[in-house]
């Protein structure tokens, strides 16, 4: 993880966004072909990891980013870590302070668990306020499109305010095990403490993970905080996964302060309606508070031979 100061031997395309730092990639070999050799990246670290990098923009999911509802499929929140850490590439050594103020991910279709490519542009540049969008292809299909406002950073300390009270914190609470519920790499690969739940679809709970964002390359506290974010449709469900399907078709975050780990905190609501839509809306926390706000829109309906 990438955090506090780096000495004097810092890399020069070091930069901030908002309170977050961001570092260059480590230097990869690169073949003739101009693909990039991971192969010495188990002498740099044993840390595990969700991805390694296989290109500029290209990148190998790890078994630890399988996905909750098919085990060929990749499950969304490491994926979503994975589209800020190419937002952070995209605007290293950029002078300026800009925070991340919202990022909206739409889902395109089955994120199958195979490499996947991330480009970046700058939709609407600006020294205030910035868009970017990302896209990640994978087959040579689009499978996911994603947005990210930036705003300029000043000091507004003397306004700073919100009416949600913390989470209890993490050393509070017992340790669930979500991979009793739920399957895949990615579930196994996280620490999860829960509230207990009071009813059905209302839940908090606090994310950890030991498992590096790519393998190899430091990541923003930011990038490492939003690759859990999307576990929220997962901690406070409405009915039996077994029974009911109810994958979200987007995952959208506001941010009104940037968050800091190694804890994700989700205080999630979720909703059926009538007529095969849902919603789970989260506010999102670290240990100091909250941080902002997560929504995701569901498609409700029964599992097959249910």
Request: hydrophobic share 35%; aromatic share 6%.
């Amino acid at each position: 993880m990438c955090g506090g100061s780096l000495g004097a031997g810092r890399c020069p395309r070091l930069r901030c966004l908002g309170d977050t730092r961001i570092a260059c990639p480590v230097p990869r070999r690169t073949r003739g072909d101009g693909s990039v050799s991971t192969a010495h990246v188990a002498h740099e670290s044993d840390r595990e990891s969700y991805f390694e990098r296989t290109g500029e923009h290209r990148y190998k999911p790890t078994a630890h980013a399988g996905g909750a509802w098919s085990a060929d499929e990749m499950h969304f929140s490491p994926l979503a870590g994975l589209v800020v850490h190419a937002l952070d590439g995209h605007l290293a050594g950029r002078p300026g302070g800009a925070a991340l103020a919202r990022i909206s991910y739409d889902i395109l279709g089955r994120i199958a668990l195979d490499e996947c490519e991330v480009t970046v542009e700058t939709v609407r540049p600006g020294r205030t306020i910035e868009l970017l969008e990302a896209t990640v292809v994978i087959g040579g299909r689009p499978v996911v499109r994603a947005r990210a406002w930036l705003l300029a950073s000043q000091d507004t300390s003397a306004v700073a305010d919100s009416p949600y009270e913390p989470l209890p914190g993490p050393e509070e609470l017992d340790p669930w095990r979500m991979a009793e519920a739920w399957n895949g790499g990615y579930i196994a690969s996280i620490d999860v403490r829960r509230t207990p739940a009071v009813r059905k679809g209302r839940s908090s709970a606090w994310i950890s993970s030991r498992v590096d964002l790519v393998a190899g390359e430091p990541s923003s506290a930011l990038a490492s905080y939003i690759a859990l974010v999307d576990t929220a449709n997962g901690i406070a469900v409405q009915q039996d996964p077994a029974e009911w399907m109810f994958p979200n078709l987007d995952l959208t975050i506001h941010l009104h302060r940037q968050p800091h780990g190694p804890w994700t905190g989700l205080d999630t609501t979720a909703t059926f309606g009538p007529t095969g839509q849902g919603l789970t809306s989260t506010v999102l926390h670290d240990l100091t508070g909250p941080v902002g706000h997560a929504t995701q829109i569901l498609t409700v309906r029964p599992q097959a031979g249910a």
